[in-house]
């Protein structure tokens, strides 16, 4: 469905999404539902399963979706007032993937908008602490309420300025050596902390 | 039509970042800049001939415009006195400073390598300027100029509030560099939220909203 080797999309999928069985599923219902008594599926039985497994059904006509509780009435009110404070992270870390993706099946054309609206507020959050280079509690703070697509745009902003600065400050950046310590030899004298990095005891 | 997942358009590419500063700095070392050397280049015409272009004649005491790498390894060996180039005199830095306090809207025009080109002078040339005084004087003027830029840049930045084009001229290497990431993956992902809203209001008007088959 989509890019088929991004492993993000792939995670993102991997939401749970409630959705209403038109038709019953032999075996299955151990599977989705843990608690159930029966190993089968009846018609017309509302289970949370794996976004990925919902839209199949759903384009085959034989399930219907219903977005994840985030999109519903009761959190877009809470975002379209403070859309900076919600933790994403913890409740939706793909948050607009799913949205994204629960768009095409739906009869709400409400929910794209919505997810650009909510966008916009939280972007300019991002802007102005992913590209300022003091660290610290602000944001860490505002990291830990970013959902995932989120994080990576503001890792971008802030990275580029971390190296700016370390460049202009004319330090080197830390390379990730494998700094594994050589077991000590009696016989040689070690010539300092230079000899002794990446050298490798085979 | 199947929706693309966020992550393919937002995909920061942290390790290998398109362009790094240390690379912007190789492309700043070939602006041109003013050198006096002190010695004849025993070549016909005294000319230099390199794979880029030609420079010289280099003479004692005649003043000629070379590449700024060429100008440092030049002065590091003790043969010439490099000049200061004229956009980096403290009036005229003064005078950039005050424009760009007075117009917040826009960016006075500024060479397009004057953050590296004052790191390199500052840390390799330093007899260029005058007096330990005035080397500090300059540097707090160019970094009261970078300050009032970046502040600029931002309040541009936050402002934006869908897939628009956004007009910021006049914005040099190294600070387009700082925010090509960020903004390019947060247009990207404007831009595909968009599109999602635009593709669904499509299938609606044109009628297929039964789901099609895989």
Known sequence: ?202 | MPTASLFEYVAAKLEDPPLTPEELEFFAEHEKIEVIPNFTLNLPNGMLTCIEGTYGPFRPNIPIKVPLYLALSLYRRGKCRIQLPPWMAKEELRGTLEEERTHPQYFQPVPQYYVEISKLLFTEARAVFGSNSELCETQDLIEELKKVRNSKILDGLRKVSGPITVKLNHLSASESNKIRLLFESSLNMWHQLSKNDKEWQENQLAGNDTPATL
């Open chain 1, 1 to 202: 469905m989509t890019d088929y080797w991004s492993l993000d999309a792939a995670l993102a999928e991997e939401t749970i999404v409630p959705a209403r069985y038109k038709f019953g599923a032999y075996g299955v219902a151990r599977v989705l539902e843990p608690g159930s008594t029966s190993s089968d599926l009846e018609a017309g039985a509302k289970v949370d399963t794996p976004l990925w497994l919902a839209t199949a059904l759903t384009r085959r006509g034989m399930a219907s979706l219903t977005p994840p509780e985030i999109y519903l009435e009761r959190y877009r009110r809470k975002l379209d007032a403070g859309a900076e404070c919600l933790n994403l992270k913890g409740r939706a870390p793909y948050f607009y993937d799913v949205g994204n993706k629960c768009n095409e099946f739906m009869q709400d054309s409400t929910l794209s908008a919505f997810l650009s609206r909510t966008y916009a507020s939280r972007y300019r959050e991002l802007v102005s602490k992913g590209l300022s280079t003091i660290s610290g509690e602000d944001m860490l703070e505002l990291q830990s309420k970013l959902s995932l697509e989120e994080l990576a745009v503001f890792e971008g902003g802030r990275e580029a300025v971390a190296r700016a600065e370390m460049w202009a400050r004319g330090a080197r950046p830390r390379s990730t050596v494998n700094a594994m310590p050589s077991r000590k030899r009696p016989i040689h004298a070690r010539d300092g902390p230079e000899g002794r990095e990446g050298k490798d005891v085979s």
